[in-house]
Structures are given as structure tokens and as C-alpha cells.
């Protein structure tokens, strides 16, 4: 497993979503991976995210 860390613009450029779209979804939706606090930043694991996506497609 790659311990890749993503931004959350990487993650909007991944998915096609604009910064409020992918916001709006974080705060709506519960199942989305959780990401890495650090003061001031957050980060995803890069993993993480693409087998959610794919999740998504397979629904």
C-alpha cells in the first residue's frame, strides 16, 4: 500500500469537483476516507481515496 498523502485539491482534480462541491460532500456524506490533521492542513491518504471512488463507481 502507497503512504502517499494528497491534498484536498488534488482530490477535487481527481474527482472533477470544484472546492465548495467537495466540501459540501465531506460535511454530507460519512463514508468518505478520513483524512490526516495537522494545525492547519489536512491530507489524504492517496489509497484511501481511489478505492472509495472506485466503491462509488461500483454502486
Known sequence: MERILITPAEIQKL????????YRMLAKRGDFPGGIRAPGHRRWRRDDVLSWIEK????
Open 15 to 22: 474527482m472533477g469537483f470544484s472546492p465548495t462541491s467537495f
Open 56 to 59: 462509488q463507481t461500483r454502486k
